[in-house]
């Protein structure tokens, strides 16, 4: 570990301390949506289209109605006069961006096979499914687009109305005529096309609403499984015409997210409308199934990449041309998605012409929106992978390529290509560290043994290294991006009278360990226990202002504000301190909870001490308030940029095409570590994650527009059985953009990782003329690759 | 995932099951220990309107070693044949082979005669129980009669069982020969994409997710006993199957990992 400055002082922030979430978490005292008890609820079913593309001729709900236990079902018609505004779409990327209506309940026309047709509300769960069976629905099965290559032919327009299925090109091309005379004058042109999957988010909960209307007074409570919850209030009141003010929403325990649970789904908004006509409170729980087809997907696009590059392999342009797959409509920041990696796509290298151009076309599949890194695993993937084939052309190591263009240490803070600032970075270190972690020399040699001795189990190493922008979001950076909201934070730090502690953020945690890093943050500065400090979120009720979790912001953004409402509750504090000890504040120094004078040892009084006179309020300084309590709202200048450098090593059976992941190593920067088991368990977690895409997980459909991979049999996410122990470690290089010089870790193994192993995939494969390789790499793929290439022993 | 709505007994002996399916009929299904039953009634693919729980049917459990044979109670859990020293000792190849189902949770609930009357041509067990030459114990209201378990599986997910008729138990010799069993699959707890299994050195083998029943490879026991090498006889695994194809394989790839696993199986067992 590099030995930085830190800004902590207190002996707190840095331990491995284990979650404080944990303890309720593991023993089931938390309680998840499914775990509320609602006496009185009404249970929600949805009518799915399974047809991909369908014209609904009409729909008949009477043999529902017969089931008993059924209450009522409805049509898209019947519950079309209930929508004040459609489902929200918040990034509006272009001012000609087409965006087709989308409402909760279709009418007319299913536009992929989980679009919600009609409803069935019910006294059970169970009444609920059965009353399903009798909704008879009216199809005319049309033809369905399933390849964003179809979709851009335009062969079978989905929304007539918007005459395309084109929805938005967004190009990015500070300097045209450069990037093609580079490209004209390079030495080695490479170009390569590769494809991320769709893949399934499959979080450990699905997702679930419940709805508690008060009709007398027109409250309304609405709790959601949701990342959101104060985004989801704003467009929830303004989907449904709901007064905000009357709006309270809930984000109980949720069991994890990774992007799927930042947006405002149907089932959301249906089930306020029908709490709001039946009066009654109103839930619905989604099935594994369902949430295969209903809740957002993730990636799905097809990517060019093109590297213009000297004859020693120094980039000189890069330029990257995507085809994005919306889905059937626009979901909450679906068209943003392509953007947040649109400045990455050269990675961490120092290049001086870029361009990107994303165009984002309609299918009929399951929308797609933000999932684990939204973008920047997409554009660390092309230029990773992109790096190696340039070093194959240039006849150099995949650790020297890299080396030869990283942006040196002294141009930071860099001026990217893409129009960004980084705020700092130091490259070199990780790889080395990452490649020591290892072995680099002696795999490589292991390698070059099994070659020379003919084995037809191939050894591959794979390196990928990345810079993720992250930390979203400036608001001014947001809105010239046109994103329908800021990227600030709010905090509240509240000391109480028995110097017990409270915090409330903004950011809405579904499994980080907010509440430990925070308390943390807290305590370090006030010099008290962490486990005094009980952190207060997810409800709007308590916490009303917020930006929400997603985009590896909480820490950066949210943390920051904890940090800096600390700072602010601490000087008033040193004020009533300065009073009772008859001092200057700017003499008094906090330390291990208690105020003392600068070189008069003697002279102190403890935090608690002045927290209870701050209470009794008997003898304050003129013009101090009662309380020790501070709110900040944070609204960050820039974006941060953490990076690293990950290695993973595979064995591949040539026989079988099986590839299996034997090692692993990573050497992250996240800046300084607030709890370093929790950064460890994020990049473990999301390097599984990122190689699931690689070897494992797919949402596999078929030319109809059906998914074949809706259960967790067929759709692969890996169980700690296909986990390996992973060899981590990190730099330090603080970020100068916020007090605590912290950057973000939620998204770094996820971003990392898929490259990583595709390329030692094709590595490994490479004496046998395999050149590239589709994701995920499943046996019968690498198998097919080994046999395309005219090997393969049998 | 809810299922319809089912009525359900409990039959705490084998009589007791044989009863309550001829009280209740082709509506009525056994359930034992639900791993495969209960997942097809949450999708309502299967919708019995009557379950008879057979879970505490203690007659129906255990491992009995007489002479040559090992008698097993069609209730006995997958991981009790996994973890039985005695089984592990008669018959290594059912017990690995039980150690290969699912995950620990699945090897809990699921048992042997389930996974036999289920008749699913990706599971595991069969194919042991079908390279070790086993016969299976069906009781009726008429009586209980023996079943070669290469006449038991009549189709997809079918077998001679008659619809009052309760799976009592597995009888398998004696069997510490070489042996093998190669599974392919990409997630641990996976079904197999592909399976072979080798008994008492290649005299008896069978092959998983190969067509549409568990298959007994007849072909490469003849080669072997004809005195084929391996790589000779996994060329013949193909013969008789119908791969299926799915998002892991497709019939071509299946080919290929049939003769791939038969040969690693055969030189594994000693063949
Ligand atoms: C997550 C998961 C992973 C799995 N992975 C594998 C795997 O890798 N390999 C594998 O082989 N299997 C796997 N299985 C299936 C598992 O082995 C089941 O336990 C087995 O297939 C059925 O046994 P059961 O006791 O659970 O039967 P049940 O589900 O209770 O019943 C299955 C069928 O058999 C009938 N039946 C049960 N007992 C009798 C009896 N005594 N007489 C007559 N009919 C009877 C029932 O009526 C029903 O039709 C998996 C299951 C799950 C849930």
């Known amino acids: 570990m590099t030995v930085t400055d830190t800004p902590f002082a207190g002996g707190i922030v840095g331990e491995a301390r284990l979650r404080k979430e944990d303890p309720a978490l593991l023993t089931g005292e938390a309680k998840f949506i499914d775990d509320l008890d609602l006496p009185g609820a009404l249970w929600v079913a949805c009518v799915r289209s399974p047809h991909a593309h369908a014209r609904i001729d009409g729909v008949d709900t009477s043999g529902a109605l017969a089931v008993d236990g059924v209450v009522a079902a409805y049509s898209g018609e019947d519950l079309a006069d209930t929508w004040v505004a459609p489902l929200p779409c918040a990034w509006p990327v272009t001012d000609d961006m087409k965006n087709p209506s989308h409402f909760p309940v279709a009418q007319g026309k299913a536009n992929y096979a989980g679009d919600i047709v009609a409803v069935v509300v019910a006294t059970s769960r169970y009444a609920a499914a059965d009353g399903l069976e009798g909704v008879v629905v009216d199809y005319e099965p049309l033809d369905a687009v399933v390849s964003v290559e179809d979709a851009e032919s335009d062969r079978v327009v989905i929304h007539e109305d918007l005459g395309t299925n084109v929805s938005y090109e967004w190009p990015l091309i500070p300097d045209p005529e450069g990037v093609d005379a580079a490209f004209e004058a390079a030495t080695h042109h490479i170009t390569e096309t590769y494809v991320h999957q769709r893949l399934i988010p499959a979080p450990m909960e699905p997702r679930g609403v419940a709805v508690v209307p008060a009709p007398h007074n027109g409250d309304m409570t609405l709790y959601s499984s949701t990342q959101i919850p104060h985004v989801l209030k704003v467009m929830a009141a303004l989907t449904l015409g709901v007064p905000e003010q009357k709006l309270r929403v809930i984000a109980p325990s949720v069991g994890g997210g990774f992007g799927c649970k930042l947006n405002v789904y149907a089932e959301e908004i249906l089930c306020m409308a029908l709490a709001q006509r039946h009066g009654v409170p109103v839930r619905w729980t989604e099935s594994r199934t369902e949430a295969a087809g209903s809740t957002i997907q993730g990636r799905a696009q097809r990517q060019t990449i093109e590297l213009a590059a000297d004859a020693d392999g120094k980039l000189t342009a890069v330029r990257a041309t995507l085809l994005a797959d919306m889905g059937a409509y626009l979901q909450l920041v679906a068209p943003g998605v392509p953007l947040l990696g649109a400045f990455l796509y050269h990675g961490l290298y120092d290049v001086p012409l870029y361009a990107f151009t994303c165009k984002s076309v309609f299918t009929n599949l399951t929308p797609t929106d933000a999932y684990r890194g939204a973008g920047r695993p997409e554009a660390t993937y092309a230029i990773e992978r992109g790096m190696d084939a340039l070093a194959v052309a240039v006849g150099v190591g995949a650790d020297e390529i890299r080396s030869r263009n990283f942006i040196p240490t002294e141009k930071f803070p860099y001026d990217s290509p893409a129009g960004l600032v980084f705020d700092s970075g130091n490259y070199q270190p990780a790889l080395d560290r990452a490649k020591e972690l290892i072995g680099w020399d002696a795999r490589m040699a292991e390698q070059a043994e099994r070659r020379a001795a003919g084995s037809t189990t191939h050894l591959g190493l794979g390196i990928s290294t990345y810079v993720e922008m992250c930390g979203l979001a400036p608001s001014r950076v947001l809105a010239s991006l046109n994103y329908g909201a800021g990227g600030w934070e709010s905090a509240t730090v509240r000391i109480l009278p028995t110097c017990k502690v409270q915090v409330v953020t903004g950011a809405t945690p579904h499994g980080q360990g907010h509440e430990t890093c925070w308390s943390m943050i807290v305590a370090d500065r006030l010099g008290v226990d962490p486990d005094d400090v009980e952190v207060l979120h997810s409800d709007t009720a308590i916490s009303p202002l917020g930006m929400d979790t997603y985009g590896s912001r909480s820490l950066s953004v949210g943390g920051t504000a904890i940090w800096m409402a600390t700072e602010k509750v601490v000087e008033k504090a040193a004020t009533i301190a300065a009073h009772m000890l008859e001092a200057n504040p700017e003499d008094l120094e906090l330390m291990g909870g208690v105020f003392s004078v600068k070189g008069s040892p003697d002279a102190e009084v403890p935090l608690a001490g002045v927290a209870f006179a701050a209470f009794t309020a008997h003898d304050l300084p003129d013009g101090v308030e009662p309380n020790l309590q501070a709110q900040v709202t944070w609204d960050p200048p820039n974006f941060t940029f953490p990076f690293g450098a990950h290695i993973a090593v595979v064995e591949i059976d040539e026989v079988t095409g099986a590839v299996d992941l034997v090692d692993y190593a990573a050497c992250d920067d996240c800046g300084n570590q607030i709890n370093p088991m929790i950064v460890e368990g994020q990049i473990q977690g999301g390097i599984v994650q990122g190689v699931a895409q690689a070897l494992w997980e797919e949402a596999v459909y078929d030319e109809d527009g059906q998914c074949r991979s809706a259960n967790l049999a067929d759709y692969l996410v890996p169980s700690a059985a296909e986990c390996i122990d992973m060899k981590l470690d990190h730099t330090v290089t603080p970020s100068p953009t916020n007090p605590m010089g912290v950057k973000g870790i939620g998204e770094a193994g996820t971003i990392a990782s898929t490259p990583a192993v595709m390329n030692a995939v094709v590595d490994a494969l490479r004496p046998l003329g395999v050149t590239g390789m589709a994701m995920p790499a499943s046996p019968m793929t690498v198998r097919r690759a080994i046999e395309a290439a005219g090997g393969g022993a049998s | ?271």
């Not at chain 2, 990706?122 to 009586?143: F, K, Q």
């Open chain 2, 1 to 271: 995932m809810i299922p319809a709505a089912v009525g359900y007994v409990r039959a705490d002996s084998a009589q007791a099951a044989v009863a309550a399916l001829g009280e209740h009929g082709d509506e009525a299904k056994l359930l034992a220990g639900g791993q495969s039953l209960i997942p097809l009634m949450r999708l309502r693919l299967a919708r019995p309107s009557m379950l008879v729980d057979v879970g505490r049917a203690d007659d129906l459990r255990g491992i009995s070693i007489d002479g040559d044979a090992v008698s097993i109670g069609a209730l006995t859990s997958h991981s009790d044949l996994e973890h039985s020293a005695d089984l592990v000792a008669a018959c290594p190849l059912l017990a690995h082979v039980a150690s290969q189902v699912g995950d620990p949770a699945v090897r809990h609930r699921g048992t042997l005669g389930g996974s036999l009357a289920h008749a699913d041509p990706a599971s595991d067990l069969p194919a042991a129980v079908l390279a070790l030459g086993g016969t299976l114990v069906a009781t009726g209201s008429g009586g209980s009669r023996e079943i070669a378990a290469t006449d038991f599986f009549t189709g997809f997910l079918e077998s001679a069982l008659a619809v009052d008729e309760v799976l009592t138990g597995v009888r398998v010799p004696v069997s510490t020969g070489g042996w093998s069993y190669q599974k392919f699959n990409r997630r641990a707890q996976d079904w197999a994409i592909v399976g072979v299994a080798v008994a008492e050195g290649g005299a008896g083998v069978s092959l998983v997710n190969m067509g549409s029943t568990p298959l007994r490879a007849s072909a490469v026991e003849a080669a072997v006993a004809g005195g084929a090498g391996a790589a000779d006889a996994a060329a013949v695994a193909v013969d008789g199957t119908e791969p299926p194809s799915d998002n892991n394989a497709d019939p071509a790839y299946r080919e290929h990992l049939v003769r791939v696993l038969t040969e690693r199986a055969l030189v594994a067992a000693g063949a």
